[in-house]
C-alpha cells in the first residue's frame, strides 16, 4: 500500500508526481521531499520556496523540515535567507551524524556546503506583492506545503516547506520546522503535519497530538478532528482566541484524513486505487458533530 497527502490545492501537482513515484517503488522520503521541492521551485506559490513571501524587513526567511518515520530522525531548517529549496537542505541534515536542526547562517553555509542551489528567494512578483501588504499594512497567510507519504515497504515520511508568515518579524520561527508542532512521523502509528498560525499550532503540538490519537486507535480523520478540537478548545479555555489551524493525517495502512477550524482548508490526496484528487475539509469548529467519525466523499 502507498499513500501521499498533501496540504493546499497547489499541493495536487506534488501529489501527482509523489503518486507515480510511490507506484513505482519511491521510498516515502523522497516522495515527500521531491513533492516539496517542485512546489518551492513554483514562483507562482507564494508562500514557499522561491517567490515566498518576505518579512518586515523584504527579504525571505525559509523554514523547513522532514522526519523518518522508522528512526525518527528529523532534519530542520529555520530562517534560511539564500537556498530557495530549504526542503533539501532539511533532508540532507537528516543524514547528519550529530547536528539536526540548523537556524540563520549557519543553515545558509550548510546549504552551501551541500551545493544546494543558491539562487535569491525574492522574487519581482513577491517583491511588489510585499509593497502592497506593506502599504495595507496587511499580514499575510502562511499556507505551508506539507506533504507525508507511506511508501509501499511501510516507510512513512512528512516534509514540510514554508517562507512562514508573511511580514514576520525578522527571525521569526513557526511551527514548520518543530518536530511535533509542524510536523511528525512514526511507521508504527502513521504521521501528520500541520498549517495556519505557527504560535498557535505550537501551543497545541498539533502534529503529535494527531499522531497520537492514533495510537488511541482513531481513524486519520478522527485524530485530525481531535487534534484541532482540542486545541481549539484549549486555547479558547485559556483565553485566547486560536487563529487559522489545519492538520493532515496518515496512518500506517494508508489512510488519511484532515481537520481544520476555518473554512478555507483544502488538501490533495492520493493513494493505491484512488487517483490524485482534491478534497475540502469542513471546519470542526463550525460543527462540532464533524469531531464524530465520518466518511469524507471521494476518500476511501
Ligand atoms: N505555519 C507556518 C508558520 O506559521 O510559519
Not at 514557499?48 to 513571501?53: A, E, K, L, S
Not at 551545493?115 to 501588504?133: D, H, K, N, V
Not at 497545541?204 to 497520537?212: E, I, P, R, T, Y
Request: hydrophobic residues 40%; proline residues 5%.
Amino acid at each position: 500500500m502507498w499513500a501521499i497527502i498533501g496540504t493546499w490545492p497547489f499541493a495536487l501537482r506534488g501529489v501527482e508526481q509523489a503518486a507515480r513515484g510511490l507506484a513505482a517503488g519511491q521510498e516515502a522520503m523522497e516522495a515527500a521531499v521531491q513533492a516539496c521541492r517542485l512546489i518551492e521551485d513554483d514562483e507562482t506559490v507564494d508562500s514557499v520556496g522561491r517567490g515566498g513571501i518576505p518579512n518586515r524587513e523584504g527579504y525571505c526567511e525559509l523554514d523547513a523540515a522532514v522526519m523518518d518515520g522508522r528512526s525518527l530522525g528529523i532534519g530542520a531548517v529555520a530562517g534560511l535567507r539564500h537556498c530557495p529549496n530549504a526542503v533539501l537542505a532539511a533532508r540532507a541534515l537528516l543524514d547528519h551524524p550529530t547536528h539536526n536542526m540548523l537556524c540563520g547562517p549557519g543553515a545558509d553555509a550548510f546549504a552551501r556546503e551541500q551545493g544546494l542551489s543558491q539562487r535569491p528567494i525574492e522574487t519581482p512578483q513577491a517583491m511588489e506583492r510585499w509593497q502592497a501588504l506593506k502599504r495595507q499594512q496587511a499580514s499575510h497567510g502562511h499556507d505551508t506545503v506539507c506533504f507525508l507519504a507511506l511508501s509501499n515497504n511501510g516507510r512513512l515520511a512528512s516534509a514540510v516547506t514554508t517562507s512562514g508568515l508573511g511580514l514576520k518579524m525578522p527571525g521569526r520561527v513557526g511551527d514548520s520546522p518543530l518536530a511535533g508542532s509542524g510536523f511528525y512521523a512514526d511507521d508504527e502509528l502513521g504521521a501528520a503535519a500541520a498549517t495556519g498560525l505557527g504560535e498557535d499550532i505550537m501551543r497545541g503540538l498539533l502534529s503529535f497530538q494527531a499522531v497520537s490519537y492514533l495510537k488511541q486507535g482513531l481513524h486519520p480523520q478522527q485524530a485530525a478532528e481531535q487534534a484541532v478540537l482540542q486545541a481549539h478548545q484549549r486555547m479558547l479555555r485559556g483565553g485566547h482566541q486560536p487563529d487559522n489551524m489545519a492538520v493532515i493525517c496518515l496512518d500506517k495502512q494508508g489512510r488519511y484524513g484532515a481537520a481544520c477550524n476555518h473554512q478555507e482548508f483544502v488538501y490533495a490526496a492520493a493513494a493505491q486505487g484512488q487517483p490524485p484528487h482534491l478534497v475540502p475539509v469542513v471546519p470542526v469548529i463550525d460543527n462540532q458533530r464533524a469531531a464524530a467519525p465520518r466518511e469524507l466523499k471521494g476518500l476511501r
